[in-house]
């Protein structure tokens, strides 16, 4: 089990979240419900910004990736740490605007970024836009000039390299709906359809090259050749890096089939990459760029957990046992969409050995619908509360309405104290966007 400050077990062998009894808060807040401790998420976005001030003069920012988990609570956590964050549609700048999240300390990415996204990204006078698209450049263009601006923006490339959690590929033609490719000169040719752009300032390069990666080389081999790209535009088109923006992808422990990386850890990966920024550009005499990361599920990923209860219990013999619970693929789509895997504990029960294999089944007309196949659990009962360990990301941000099951709403533990920060729906939500038309009345 998870052996962070995080989590504990404590002396009724409930499990402890952030100081809170997990069973106290199922009581108090009802199933299913996302809880998540604040310090770990504080602690997640100081180290980061910490090892950029201690290692590179502080001369980078940290851009929490929104897409893991978006609400108006954790803009207002980023904001008080100091760090930015990144959007990717309209809806998530709304919420950070919301939040009073300084603009200029955001960044926005998009493959298709919509009109109205990029109308309202220049009306927030936001920081950074990140282009992936000709047409997208066209259009920050024009929406920039209409508005008497210069955007900065940055270019999405793809250096080539992909990661996947304990290996990575590098690949020479590469095949995504993401960024322009070093390698076949695309990325050198919107780099100079940019530079003829007068409402759009150049700042540098993105690239993201994938998520939950344990593979410090991966992220290494990109920064390599980033600055070989940057080095060559520098003799091509005399053009000087500002900006580089390396993207998220950090790994997290989800089961014991994953490292479970402390404080030092991250801060190693981090290390990694700032020395192959600071050895590439004396190699390559270039100045040293700001530089921006985005991690997303590092971040949030461990510091939530998801409480459910136990309901019906099948046993199929033979075959497998089926625990279901009050929530399923509508708060947690993961295990339907990747086959993620998690690891569940007895909340109420949590010093008991773990002595069967079940799959945890949701609540939903689906038979796909699992939380997880072939989860090592004690022997379940009806009742029993069932934390969901590393829920944080990507659990909330990816839940849906479907079978108009209720998302369910988040608390924030705070040093034991539990507030909500995503309220429970109501069936009025529902229905609230319904309407019959006249002849259906
Ligand atoms: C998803 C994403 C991230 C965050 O990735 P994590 O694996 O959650 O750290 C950062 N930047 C971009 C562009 C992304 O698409």
Not at 123 to 134: F, H, L, R
Request: some cysteine.
């Amino acid at each position: 089990m998870n052996t962070r400050e995080t989590l504990k077990i404590n002396e009724s062998g409930h499990l402890e979240i952030g100081g809170a009894d997990t069973v106290t808060l199922a009581e108090e807040y009802g199933t299913p419900l996302y809880v998540f401790d604040e310090t770990h998420i504080r602690k997640m976005m100081r180290v980061f910004q910490d090892t950029i001030q201690d290692a590179y003069n502080g001369n980078g920012l940290v851009l929490y990736a929104s897409k893991a988990f978006s609400c108006k609570a954790i803009y207002a956590i980023a904001k008080q740490e100091g760090i930015g964050i990144d959007v990717v549609s309209g809806g998530e700048l709304y919420t950070a605007m919301l939040a009073d999240f300084p603009a200029e300390k955001i960044c926005m990415h998009g493959n298709n970024k919509l009109k109205r996204e990029i109308e309202y990204a220049l009306e927030c006078k936001i920081g950074t836009i990140v282009v992936d698209a000709y047409s997208e450049a066209n259009m920050i263009d024009e929406e920039a000039k209409k508005r008497g601006m210069i955007q900065d923006v940055l270019i999405r490339i793809n250096p080539g390299v992909e990661a996947h959690t304990h290996a990575y590929v590098q690949t020479a033609t590469p095949d995504s709906k993401f960024g322009f490719s070093i390698a076949d000169g695309t990325a050198e040719k919107m780099t100079a359809y940019v530079l003829g752009k007068k409402n759009l300032r150049l700042k540098g390069f993105h690239c993201h090259i994938g998520s939950q990666i344990f593979e410090k080389q991966s992220f290494v081999l990109a920064v390599q050749k980033n600055l070989k790209f940057m080095s060559h535009l520098k003799q091509t088109l005399g053009f000087v890096t500002e900006t580089l923006n390396m993207g998220g992808g950090f790994g997290i422990w989800y089961t014991d089939e994953d490292a479970k990386l402390d404080v030092n850890g991250y801060r190693g990966y981090l290390n990694a990459l700032i020395e192959t920024v600071k050895e590439g550009c004396s190699e390559y005499n270039l100045k040293l760029p700001f530089i921006t990361i985005e991690p997303g599920r590092s971040i949030v990923g461990e510091a939530g957990i998801t409480l459910y209860t136990v309901g019906a219990i099948k046993e199929i013999p033979g075959i497998r046992k089926y625990v279901a619970v009050d929530g399923g693929m509508f708060d947690n789509p993961r295990y339907a969409l990747y086959q993620s895997k998690y690891t569940a504990v007895l909340a109420n029960r949590a010093n008991e050995v773990p002595d069967e294999l079940v799959s945890i089944a949701g609540k939903c007309c689906e038979s796909g619908d699992l939380i997880g196949a072939n989860m090592n659990l004690p022997h379940a009962e009806t009742g029993d509360i069932l934390a969901v360990l590393s829920t944080g990301a990507y659990n909330y941000s990816m839940a849906s309405n479907y079978n108009r099951n209720f998302i369910p709403p988040a608390i924030l533990v705070n040093h034991g104290k539990a507030d909500y920060i995503v309220k429970p729906q109501t069936y009025g939500d529902l229905v609230r966007n319904d309407t019959l038309p006249e002849h259906l009345k």
